[in-house]
């Protein structure tokens, strides 16, 4: 008697759990996207247009939605995302019309230090800094630096004046993320925050052998 | 009426501490606004503090100090003392406070 | 190991008293990178304890006190019986446990909206004429002084903010959602600046908001009087200027996004003190 009830109720017991992990994961699902149905909403009526700043620039792009979720971000299928974006945006980066990668030092350094424009109390007209001071030492004279990039300083002269690196450079500094998805960097090129003119003076900043940063 | 002074002051081995913070926007006439007007200028230029009608300190203010001025000196008192601080500024206006040291 | 102490009579003495003086050198050359960044943060530190007594905030607080005891609006009514979340009138405390699930209106407030709640209800001020005006201004300023006052009623006291209440709980999991949100030309989020220790901005650090430390240093601190532009700066101010320079659109004074980036730092700061109002360059 008791084998014959054993083998039933083993299978009943497996069969309930596939069943309750089955409907668990469509309330799971259902939570999740009623939550993010209502932060999308949440999002829509916490904020509005001001100055330059459009409402429109809390629609997320692909590249803003995944680096948006770490978790999602850290996973296998995050890492196919990744890759997917980055190509996108290695695809996307325009080479200087003139063919002119190298600036203006001076200029360059003017550039680098103004961390200006694209602000809500900007205006179109505004000329948009690259504020790269921000995150980066580069001329060691400037003390005043932040260290959310890496270093700077003797970039032309540490790696040499090839074309590979002037190419990688022009690229990094369009949109660095076509090289890591989630770079804390913003995409200059490719927002067009700096004009082409801006970026060859900024390229000439760290790799014109006169230029102070690689003295 | 100009915004009230906040001010401590406690004795301790006969020797009176005393803080004050005041309300002021201390004006240059340096700075321009918005609109590129220069904002006139307009500061604290006298402050004085009496104990009972007794001086114990005046200092001469000017646009050298800055906003919302903290000023902070000591006295030879007592606990009880009736600490009197008046200021005036550029615009003629005037303030007085009082306190008890404790 | 063993190359640390040169043995005599072998040509490993050479080399490893030249990697000896290798390494004494490459740390002497690297130590300055180090003490330089911690010596700014030292005397940043050292100015901030000379500059500590007599905070302006006091200021904002007196100005604060009166305004709640006041007669105002259509209704001519006092903030008296406002109820922050620990009963009406009781201000001891009462910011230390913001933001708060509030049955009356139904949802999840911070200070400053709940301020409009009371000046909406009690005194007949509408809420939009405080969502209008500009930081600083009209009834915003009295915000200011209000705010100044309420929060150094729980100076000191341990940041406590419940998630029990599941709108509490929901307003915290939009925060850390809200906190990593990218977006605008610079695809910044908070978390793009305040996601690691040891980051800097220029030589401004910036605290870790995602961790208990981090958290109670930034929710802990703000409101602020701000010594380099001589004004009074609330937590939505804070917050508001934060999203201005991460290029995002105008966040709307008292939104539930700036209501849920507040919880989470909030109840990540729980257990922290809070040093509110506090005094800054």
Not at chain 1, 155 to 160: F, M
């Amino acid at each position: 008697m008791k084998h014959t009830i054993k083998m039933p109720l083993k299978k009943i017991c497996i069969f309930a759990t596939i069943i309750s992990g089955f409907c668990c994961s469509l309330v799971t699902n259902a939570q999740s996207t009623t939550f993010d149905k209502n932060f999308t909403v949440m999002m829509k009526e916490s904020f509005r247009t001001e100055g330059i700043a459009n409402i429109t620039r809390i629609d997320q792009d692909a590249n803003q939605k995944l680096c948006s979720d770490e978790k999602f971000y850290m996973s296998k299928v995050g890492a196919i995302k990744a890759r997917e974006i980055e190509k996108k945006n290695m695809a996307s980066i325009a080479q200087p019309a003139d063919g002119n990668y190298i600036g203006d030092w001076k200029s360059g350094e003017v550039i680098a230090q103004s961390g200006r424009g694209a602000t809500w109390t900007d205006t179109a007209e505004s000329t948009v800094g690259g504020g790269c001071y921000n995150c980066h030492e580069i001329n060691k004279k400037e003390l005043s630096y932040g260290n959310i990039g890496p270093s700077l300083w003797n970039y032309g002269k540490n790696r040499g004046y090839s074309k590979e690196l002037i190419m990688y450079t022009w690229n990094r500094i369009n949109n660095s993320k076509a090289y890591n998805a989630c770079s804390n960097m913003p995409r200059f090129g490719h927002f067009k925050l700096l004009s082409e003119k801006q970026m060859q003076d900024v390229m000439a900043l760290l790799l014109d052998p006169n230029s102070p940063v690689n003295q | 009426m100009p915004d009230p002074m906040r001010i401590r002051a406690s004795e301790k081995d006969g020797i009176v501490d005393v803080k004050i913070l005041m309300r002021h926007d201390m004006e240059t006439g340096q700075r321009k606004d918005a609109a590129g007007k220069t904002i006139p200028a307009w500061f604290i230029n006298q402050v004085s503090a009496k104990v009972q009608g007794r001086d114990v300190f005046n200092a001469n203010f000017g646009s050298a100090i800055s906003k919302d001025p903290f000023l902070n000196f000591k006295y030879k008192g007592s606990k009880g003392d009736k600490l009197t601080v008046i200021w005036t500024d550029s615009k003629g206006e005037k303030r007085t406070d009082e306190i008890l040291v404790s | 190991m063993r190359y640390w102490f040169p043995r005599k009579d072998t040509y490993m003495n050479v080399i490893s008293k030249s990697c000896l003086s290798f390494y004494c050198l490459l740390t002497i050359a690297v130590w300055p990178l180090f003490s330089f960044a911690q010596t700014t943060a030292d005397e940043i530190a050292k100015y901030r304890e000379m500059i500590a007594d007599g905070n302006p905030s006091e200021l904002y607080e007196m100005a604060g006190e009166e305004l709640w005891k006041k007669p105002a609006g259509p209704k001519n009514i006092s903030l008296e019986q406002c109820d922050l979340g620990m009963g009406p009138g009781v201000v001891d405390g009462a910011a230390a446990r913001l933001p708060k699930y509030f049955k009356d209106t139904n949802r999840v407030q911070d200070l400053e909206s709940r301020l409009m709640t009371c000046m909406e209800t009690l005194q007949g001020i509408s809420v939009q004429s405080v969502i209008d005006a500009k930081f600083g201004a009209g009834p915003k300023k009295e915000m200011d002084a209000i705010v100044a006052f309420v929060v150094t009623k729980s100076k000191g006291k341990k940041v406590n903010v419940s998630i029990a209440h599941p709108k509490e709980k929901s307003m915290y999991e939009m925060g850390k959602k809200a906190f990593n949100f990218q977006g605008g030309p610079y695809d910044f989020s908070c978390a793009s600046c305040h996601n690691a220790p040891g980051k800097r901005i220029r030589l401004q650090d910036l605290p870790n908001l995602t961790t208990k430390e981090g958290a109670i240093a930034g929710w802990g601190y703000w409101p602020a009087y701000r010594v380099s532009s001589g004004q009074f700066w609330t937590m939505q101010q804070r917050i508001n200027d934060c999203l201005r320079q991460q290029r995002f659109p105008f966040p709307i004074y008292g939104s539930d996004f700036t209501i849920a980036v507040s919880m989470y730092m909030a109840v990540t700061a729980n257990g922290g003190i809070t040093q509110t109002p506090g005094l800054k360059r």
